[in-house]
T-cell receptor, first 114, second 117 residues
Framework: KQEVTQIPAALSVPEGENLVLNCSFT??????LQWFRQDPGKGLTSLLL?????REQTSGRLNASLDKSSGRSTLYIAASQPGDSATYLC?????????????FGKGTKLSVIP | DVKVTQSSRYLVKRTGEKVFLECVQD?????MFWYRQDPGLGLRLIYF???????EKGDIPEGYSVSREKKERFSLILESASTNQTSMYLC????????????????FGPGTRLTVL
């Protein structure tokens, strides 16, 4: 059974810093990996989706990488801003035997201090 | 923009009550999902529906049922609420694209925080 781990559970950085959030997974036979953002008391917003054949995806100040062989993904946030404060979740999608299994990590809570 | 709405942001119910959580999406999506989110456990899929009147069990369907009578509406039903069903419930929807997973490009609602006393 796939396990997705995000370390650290919480991270606090001063405004303007570049930072990296980590996601690791146990089964490398994934279909894709997604990064989401969740604001307090709110639903999830999809940030980036990396297909299994891709190495990275970029959107604005965000860059997500995927290394299937090592079971790792990173989310790089450049020039962090207080508005980036949120919980970031990664999720792997496994495809096999005609079904899909989406497994979420528990998230990293990011605080960007002005 | 896709909009997924959930009938209540906060709900308090008593043990044994029948509880309905409603989710509506306005973009004609075929796929709809119900998740629950708990501290330390993350998001877990309860049920998935890929069309009207069609449903599949997720990871934790016990104690729940669902109803999809119209394409835009997906209801989660707690037949007899229990305290261990106190949680944040998230609804999501996605479009069917040929050759693509239904879990791609999910749009989430704001969540319903349910407390069962």
């Amino acid at each position: 059974k796939q396990e997705v781990t995000q370390i650290p559970a919480a991270l606090s950085v001063p405004e303007g810093e570049n930072l990296v959030l980590n996601c690791s997974f146990t089964d490398s036979a994934i279909y894709n990996l997604q990064w989401f953002r969740q604001d307090p008391g709110k639903g999830l917003t999809s940030l980036l989706l990396i297909q299994s054949s891709q190495r990275e995806q970029t959107s604005g100040r965000l860059n997500a990488s995927l290394d299937k062989s090592s079971g790792r993904s990173t989310l790089y946030i450049a020039a962090s801003q207080p508005g980036d404060s949120a919980t970031y979740l990664c999720a792997t999608l496994y495809s096999g035997a005609g079904s899909y299994q989406l497994t979420f990590g528990k998230g990293t809570k990011l605080s960007v201090i002005p | 923009d896709v909009k997924v709405t959930q009938s209540s942001r906060y709900l308090v119910k008593r043990t044994g009550e029948k509880v309905f959580l409603e989710c509506v999406q306005d973009m004609d999506h075929e796929n709809m999902f119900w998740y629950r989110q708990d501290p330390g456990l993350g998001l877990r899929l309860i049920y998935f529906s890929y069309d009207v009147k069609m449903k599949e069990k997720g990871d934790i369907p016990e104690g729940y049922s669902v109803s999809r009578e119209k394409k835009e509406r997906f209801s989660l039903i707690l037949e007899s609420a229990s305290t261990n069903q106190t949680s944040m419930y998230l609804c999501a929807s996605s479009l069917v694209l040929a050759g693509e997973s239904p879990y791609n490009e999910q749009f989430f609602g704001p969540g319903t925080r349910l407390t069962v006393l």
